[in-house]
Structure formats: C-alpha cells, structure tokens
C-alpha cells in the first residue's frame, strides 16, 4: 500500500479545497506470475491389458515447445510421441516432459480516505487482472485425440473485474 504523498497527511499540498481533494488516496497492487503446471500425457489403455489402469505414450526425446494458443496452433511438437506397442507400458512420466503456458496478473485497488472528526470513510475501487491477460488452461495431453498438443480453453473466472465499495470506520 502506497500513500499519495500530497493532501492533509502527506508532505505537500497540506492545506486548502485542493489538499481535500488530491490527499488521502492510497493505490495498492499485487503482481504475481508462476510458470505453467506440468501437462499430464495420457494414452489410450485398450492395448495395454492391465484394467484399472492408465497408459502414456511414448516420446522419442523432449518435445520442442512451440508455444502456439488456439485450435489450430500447437503448443508443443507432437511429431516426437507415438503408441505403445500391445501390452507394454508407454515410456513418458506422468508430469515430467513439459509444462503449459505461464501466468501473470496484476491486482490493483484505487481508495480515497474521507475524514470526519474521528472517523472515516474509505471509498475503493478494486480491479482484478487489471491487465486482463488471458490465462489458458494447459493444452491437451492426451495422445490421439484430435486437441492432442492443443490450449483451447481459458482457466475460468479470470477476466478482469471491478469492485467498488463503501468502508465506514468509526
């Protein structure tokens, strides 16, 4: 939290219908930003006869990360993973090759601080994902299937949003 250093209680403007107005405000901000979470690749089990159980495929060396968002661009290269043969074990460790698209965000609050006498009122505005950058969802990890290396979908409930609120303290 970040006190504007004019108005009543800052270090200019202390006096006077313009101090009233510029001071007391305080802006706040949260940035956070972590890598992507490891993509879980999947194949079907039919071949493998083991019931109850999950297959991966098989990858011929690290897939190259492309990078690319939407359903007809891929993330990753795919050309390197093939089937299993019948009844063995694909060689791809569950979370170990690659990780899906990264996030960052930045929180903002924006609060005017309204004295009388004693007590206050504080008046905010609150934006979440203030930069409103899209955060996907990791691509499809499940070989043979048509979204196989693909995002095509957005995490939920994280596009930018306003809160405006009222705060009495006395």
């Given at each position: ?18 101090s ?109 994902n ?17 979204n ?23």
């Amino acid at each position: 939290m970040y006190m504007l250093p004019w108005g009543p209680q800052g270090k200019w403007l202390r006096e006077g219908v313009v101090s009233e107005v510029l001071g007391d405000w305080q802006v706040t901000g949260l940035f956070s930003a972590a890598s992507g979470t490891p993509i879980n690749f999947t194949a079907s089990a039919s071949g493998l006869r083991a019931p109850g159980n999950s297959q991966t495929p098989n990858a011929a060396g690290k897939p190259e990360v492309l990078g690319g968002i939407g359903s007809n661009a891929l993330w990753f290269d795919t050309s390197v993973f093939s089937a299993p043969a019948a009844g063995t074990w694909g060689n791809v460790e569950r979370n170990a090759l690659l990780t899906g698209p990264g996030y960052v965000n930045l929180d903002a609050s924006l609060v005017k601080i309204l004295r009388f006498g004693s007590r206050r009122a504080e008046i905010r505005a609150d934006v979440f994902n203030a930069l409103n950058r899209a955060h996907y969802e990791n691509p499809s990890g499940s070989f043979g299937s048509g979204n196989f290396g693909r995002v095509t979908s957005i995490l939920p409930l994280t596009e930018r949003m306003v809160r405006f609120g009222v705060r009495f303290l006395f």
